[in-house]
């Protein structure tokens, strides 16, 4: 039986007809435009959109999910897209080995599912893999979120997102507070969305 003890396959039925994130869309237009041939991470790649985005283009996309059914989805995307070369690893964040030298790292809602001691190590990861110029593009989740409480999950406050991204030249900054919905029924949503330049 998959083990899918999260119900993330339901998330990816659900998402997979979506357009790919409108963060990565605006942060390609912004830092890259009609570049080909390079190189992007996509951490928590879910059902793969993104990470086809990027193929589509012709980057080369190491991508990582905990879940091996997000894998087999982004290698079934990667296959109808030849013109952009897919490697991918089955890991959680928390045991991640070093990531490949990368201009991009996408991140789209799930460093939040980062343990909170693994966050750190995971966030020098990113630093580390991107070269000066490469830019990260994701988002964390607020100390005011309806999720706050989960001790399981990263959550940040402003300073600290403001101290993680010390290191970068921020090139679009949202945070986000309002009433909505998730998979898990109503919520309140406290969010960062970040497009940031390493310097
Ligand atoms: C909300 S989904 C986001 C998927 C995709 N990036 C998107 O924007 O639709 C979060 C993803 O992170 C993955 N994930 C959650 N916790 C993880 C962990 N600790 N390590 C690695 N991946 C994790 C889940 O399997 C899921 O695919």
């Known amino acids: 039986m998959m083990e899918d003890p999260d119900g993330w396959e339901r998330y990816y039925k659900r998402n997979d007809r979506r357009q790919g994130s409108p963060?990565?869309?605006?942060?390609?237009?912004?830092?890259?435009?009609d570049q080909h041939g390079q190189s992007a991470v996509d951490l928590g790649c879910g059902?793969?959109?993104?990470?086809?985005l990027l193929?589509?283009?012709?980057?080369s996309v190491h991508a990582v999910d905990?879940?091996?059914?997000?894998i087999d989805?982004?290698?079934?995307?990667?296959?109808r897209l030849p013109q952009g070369r897919l490697t991918t690893v089955?890991?959680?964040?928390?045991?991640?080995?070093?990531l490949p030298s990368s201009s991009l790292v996408f991140a789209g809602m799930s460093l939040?599912?980062?343990?909170?001691?693994?966050?750190?190590?995971?966030?020098?990861?990113?630093?580390h893999a991107l070269a000066p110029?490469?830019?990260?593009?994701?988002?964390l989740l607020g100390d005011r979120d309806g999720w706050s409480s989960i001790p399981s999950m990263t959550f940040h406050s402003l300073a600290q997102v403001e101290a993680s991204l010390l290191e970068f030249e921020v090139l679009s900054f949202a945070e986000i507070e309002e009433d909505g919905s998730s998979m898990r029924g109503p919520k309140h949503w406290h969010r960062f969305d970040i497009i940031a330049r390493r310097r």
Request: hydrophobic residues 45%; charged residues 20%; contains cysteine.
């Open 90 to 98: 089955t890991s959680h964040f928390e045991n991640l080995g070093p």
């Open 23 to 33: 963060l990565l869309r605006r942060a390609l237009a912004m830092i890259v435009p």
């Open 73 to 79: 989805r982004v290698e079934a995307i990667a296959q």
């Open 112 to 127: 939040p599912f980062c343990h909170p001691d693994g966050f750190p190590r995971l966030w020098a990861l990113i630093t």
């Open 133 to 139: 110029g490469g830019v990260f593009v994701g988002n």
């Open 55 to 59: 193929l589509e283009r012709g980057w």
């Open 47 to 52: 059902a793969g959109l993104e990470s086809g």
């Open 66 to 70: 905990k879940q091996r059914s997000a």
